[in-house]
């Protein structure tokens, strides 16, 4: 197990920027990585994931061209950095762990592929 919190999530101005990282509790260079978020009466949703070198990188369709994820692995961390933001950006973000390779039979848009996940932080986007 890898403990996983994150932090940078707080309000926005619709058209702003947040970065978020998530610091991981022990080494995370081989895992793959992803970022999920909840909003209010949804389910929670894929948003990003990155594999160890960071040359996977998937994103959901709504968040292309407006979020990047990347991975500091000397310092077990990794980010999601938001542009653009819109007001269905809002939720609760998420960082999550496969304690694996990005490999055969990893599906990182199923939350099921993540063994360890983080409490959230709290991304709110208003005019």
């Known amino acids: 197990q890898v403990h996983l919190v994150e932090s940078g999530g707080e309000p926005v101005q619709i058209g702003g920027s947040l970065r978020l990282s998530c610091a991981a509790s022990?080494?995370?260079?081989?895992?793959?990585l992803g970022w999920w978020r909840q909003a209010p009466g949804k389910e929670r949703e894929f948003v990003a994931a990155?594999?160890?070198?960071?040359?996977?990188?998937e994103y959901t369709d709504s968040v292309k061209g407006r979020f990047t994820i990347s991975r500091d692995n000397a310092k077990n961390t990794v980010f999601l950095q938001m542009d653009s933001l819109k007001p269905e950006d809002t939720a609760v973000y998420y960082c999550?762990?496969?304690?694996?390779?990005?490999?055969?039979?990893?599906?990182?848009?199923?939350?099921?592929?993540?063994?360890?996940w983080g409490r959230g932080t709290q991304v709110t986007v208003s005019s």
């Open positions: 999550a762990a496969h304690l694996a390779p990005y490999g055969e039979g990893f599906n990182s848009a199923d939350g099921r592929s993540y063994e360890s």
């Open positions: 990155i594999n160890w070198r960071g040359s996977i990188r």
């Open positions: 022990g080494r995370i260079s081989s895992h793959a």
